[in-house]
């Protein structure tokens, strides 16, 4: 089942399949942290693109927090799923606790990466969503949303691996879509690395200063 070594390797071979997006003045990659940001990272390098996080934060079901029952993203965008949320029975109350939670995570997070660096403009712009794999995809989901509400010229979606219903699902809401892997058994995205360790704050913010985005990136 192993088909990356590590999250650089899987943004090593997504680069390869996102050439024709090389060393283009519009291109724009953002990288859904933690794990994103080492696949983005590669990416970026190979296309000589300027990298910059997107945050979005999975809500989780209560007492079953790796069940996304959601997601929200930068710029209040907030992205529900019905269906496990009836399933669960998850009520109001216990879904707005998730929610402030992870706002004030996803706050933490854009303090802490961005650093008072102000997010880079999108409007026409061609925008490359980068994770390092999707289950149910309710962080991406949230993440394109977040990102068709700027306006961008053309908006592309790129993960090393995701189920084939959760491509289906997201593939018409972009204009390009590039998986490497949509295996029939899917049971996490760790399950496709030889090594998926934990991606930490330290880590995200040294490859960003490692390519930092340059103020003229902005339109």
Known sequence: MIAFSDRRDAGRQLARRLSHYASRDDVVVLALPRGGVPVGFEIAEALSAPLDVFIVRKLGVPGEEELAMGAIASGDVEVLDPGVLARFGVSESELDGVRRRERRELARREQVYREERPALELEGRTVILVDDGMATGASMRAAVSAVASASPGRLVVAVPVAPKSTVLELRSRVDEFVCL??????????????????????????????????IEASP
């Open 181 to 214: 892997q949509t295996p029939e058994l899917f049971e996490a995205v760790g399950m496709f690395y030889d090594d998926f360790a934990v991606t930490g704050d330290d880590e995200v913010r040294a490859l960003l200063a490692r390519r930092p985005v340059p």
